[in-house]
T-cell receptor, first 109, second 115 residues
Framework: TQLLEQSPQFLSIQEGENLTVYCNSS?????LQWYRQEPGEGPVLLVT?????EVKKLKRLTFQFGDARKDSSLHITAAQPGDTGLYLC?????????FGAGTRLTVKP | DAGVIQSPRHEVTEMGQEVTLRCKPI?????LFWYRQTMMRGLELLIY????????DSGMPEDRFSAKMPNASFSTLKIQPSEPRDSAVYFC?????????????FGPGTRLTVL
């Protein structure tokens, strides 16, 4: 059983569409991060959220940390083919980071 | 900075052989992590070090796996003997714990295939 559950597992959309992916847990995290991983590469950090209810924006990406610090969402506006990749959430847990299984996003031109 | 360096990038070996994966973390980072990634299980933490000392190896699958960090600039993950189920991409990551937030920088990974 994953400490962090991500949904959906797979998502395929057309360029220009909006989407939201989710990261949920029954545990409380002191901070939560989102990474993007492209084929053949390691994950790369997109954002860190630390405060319950926090919202961070990174161009077309909006990240939200749940009030109880147990869940998070990533919303992408007007998706582009360059957004294609595996999106991983990771929570700070017992002095290390635990990763979800990821959402594999494909944006078709 | 060159980032986290891993070698080899690809390794193909036969069952029963010893495999050694290598990692050079980012200079100045005090944490080093070894992960394994598969389609079935996602990204799994195997072991991590703080200032070259192993802190938590509870993710190491079994005694066939061992990891060392003899100094701040080098770490190895060894599998002996290797088995087909060890086939995966192995990532090394390093971080500098700052203000309670840990940003991990991943290497490009080693794709291991055990035949």
């Amino acid at each position: 059983t994953q400490l962090l559950e991500q949904s959906p597992q797979f998502l395929s959309i057309q360029e220009g569409e909006n989407l939201t992916v989710y990261c949920n847990s029954s545990s409380v995290f002191s901070s939560l991060q989102w990474y993007r991983q492209e084929p053949g590469e390691g994950p790369v950090l997109l954002v860190t959220v630390v405060t319950g209810g926090e919202v961070k924006k990174l161009k077309r990406l909006t990240f939200q940390f749940g009030d109880a610090r147990k869940d998070s969402s990533l919303h992408i506006t007007a998706a582009q083919p360059g957004d294609t990749g595996l999106y991983l959430c990771a929570g700070a847990y017992n002095n290390d980071m635990r990763f979800g299984a990821g959402t594999r996003l494909t944006v078709k031109p | 900075d060159a980032g986290v360096i891993q070698s080899p990038r690809h390794e193909v070996t036969e069952m029963g052989q010893e495999v050694t994966l290598r990692c050079k973390p980012i200079s100045g980072h005090d944490y080093l992590f070894w992960y394994r990634q598969t389609m079935m299980r996602g990204l799994e933490l195997l072991i991590y070090f703080n200032n070259n000392v192993p802190i938590d190896d509870s993710g190491m699958p079994e005694d066939r796996f061992s990891a060392k960090m003899p100094n701040a600039s080098f770490s190895t993950l060894k599998i002996q003997p290797s088995e087909p189920r060890d086939s995966a991409v192995y990532f090394c990551a390093s971080s500098l714990w700052t203000s309670g937030v840990d940003t991990q920088y991943f290497g490009p990974g080693t794709r291991l295939t055990v035949l």
